[in-house]
């Protein structure tokens, strides 16, 4: 069993910055990799960005490439989203989530991959 909890989300005008933390507990974090997905009101959940176990290798929406980042510290059991430049659109709910099966990172991009899911952070953004 893996618990998510994320960190992290506000409010903040466009342009600006915030980085989401989600903690795992669990000794099988190193072992999956993880992403991160948004929601906003009325539209499906979508794919925002993955990083393999190792943190060595990550893959994003094109929406957010050059923006956001992901990152991890298996250390820690944490990973992170630092979302830069924010638009009134990536206004949502962000979860992180994990598989219990390994993927390989260009095939972290689906719902459908992910077992385990954090309760979600607010992330508003005025213009």
């Known amino acids: 069993q893996v618990q998510l909890v994320e960190s992290g989300g506000g409010l903040v005008q466009a342009g600006g910055s915030l980085r989401l933390s989600c903690a795992a507990s669990g000794d099988t974090f190193s072992s999956y990799g993880m992403g991160w997905f948004r929601q906003a009101p009325g539209k499906e959940r979508e794919f925002v960005a993955a990083?393999?176990?190792?943190?060595?290798?990550?893959n994003y929406a094109d929406s957010v490439k050059g923006r956001f980042t992901i990152s991890r510290d298996n250390a820690k059991n944490t990973v992170y989203l630092q979302v830069n430049s924010l638009k009134p659109e990536d206004t949502a709910v962000y979860y992180c989530?994990?598989?219990?099966?390994?993927?390989?990172?260009?095939?972290?991009?689906?719902?459908?991959?992910?077992?385990?899911w954090g309760q979600g952070t607010q992330v508003t953004v005025s213009s």
């Open positions: 989530a994990a598989p219990n099966a390994y993927y390989s990172v260009n095939n972290l991009r689906q719902v459908q991959q992910y077992r385990y």
């Open positions: 990083i393999s176990r190792s943190g060595s290798s990550t």
